[in-house]
């Protein structure tokens, strides 16, 4: 008996997994369609800008502390970092910087775009109620998303960095 129970349980959880997932899908695609876009509103409806810019500043000062980096421009890195970093942060929150990005989802003009449930299906519940993207199915997450009065929103990176371009 207690076996059944168990099982009911664990099908149940994964049921209310799946619905999360399909729930932040639909806010997914919106993201990534106003990123293919360049639907700046839709994009500011779609992203929470403040934790997106501190990850993203975060990310670029810690690159600066990197050992792989020369020592005097580490020390000019620790100088300038905060300063710098919260202004590339505010740079890189954009649109047309996360094209890159979309167009590795299949958001290319001119392309199909994907399904809710193949959106669905690219998304990962994590332990404290966010959800994220992942490249393939069961990689590593690279947009995060949390919810936020009813809409999922981008709230972090994890993708490389390289791959955000600010167009000049």
């Given at each position: 008996?207690?076996f059944f129970?168990?099982?009911?349980?664990?099908?149940?959880?994964?049921?209310?997994?799946t619905a999360?997932r399909?729930?932040?899908?639909?806010?997914?695609?919106a993201?990534?369609?106003?990123?293919?876009?360049?639907?700046q509103?839709?994009?500011?409806?779609?992203?929470?800008?403040e934790?997106?810019?501190?990850?993203?500043s975060?990310?670029?000062?810690?690159?600066?502390?990197?050992?792989?980096?020369?020592?005097?421009?580490?020390?000019l890195?620790?100088?300038?970092?905060p300063?710098?970093?919260?202004?590339?942060?505010?740079?890189?929150?954009?649109?047309?910087?996360?094209?890159?990005?979309?167009?590795?989802?299949?958001?290319?003009?001119?392309?199909?775009?994907?399904?809710?449930?193949?959106?669905?299906?690219?998304?990962?519940?994590?332990?404290d109620?966010?959800?994220?993207a992942t490249k393939?199915k069961?990689?590593?997450?690279?947009?995060?998303?949390?919810?936020?009065?009813?809409?999922?929103?981008?709230?972090?990176?994890?993708?490389?960095?390289?791959s955000?371009?600010?167009?000049?």
């Amino acid at each position: 008996m207690r076996f059944f129970l168990v099982i009911a349980l664990a099908m149940g959880l994964s049921a209310c997994a799946t619905a999360q997932r399909l729930d932040a899908a639909g806010d997914v695609h919106a993201l990534l369609v106003s990123i293919r876009d360049e639907d700046q509103a839709a994009f500011d409806a779609h992203v929470d800008r403040e934790a997106l810019k501190q990850e993203i500043s975060a990310r670029l000062s810690a690159e600066a502390r990197s050992p792989k980096v020369d020592k005097g421009w580490q020390a000019l890195g620790a100088m300038l970092a905060p300063a710098l970093a919260d202004i590339a942060g505010d740079a890189l929150v954009q649109p047309q910087v996360f094209h890159k990005v979309a167009e590795s989802y299949g958001y290319k003009p001119g392309q199909p775009l994907p399904s809710r449930v193949a959106i669905a299906g690219s998304l990962k519940t994590m332990d404290d109620g966010r959800v994220c993207a992942t490249k393939a199915k069961g990689g590593p997450c690279v947009l995060i998303f949390r919810q936020d009065n009813g809409v999922w929103k981008l709230s972090g990176f994890e993708g490389e960095i390289s791959s955000l371009r600010i167009k000049f």
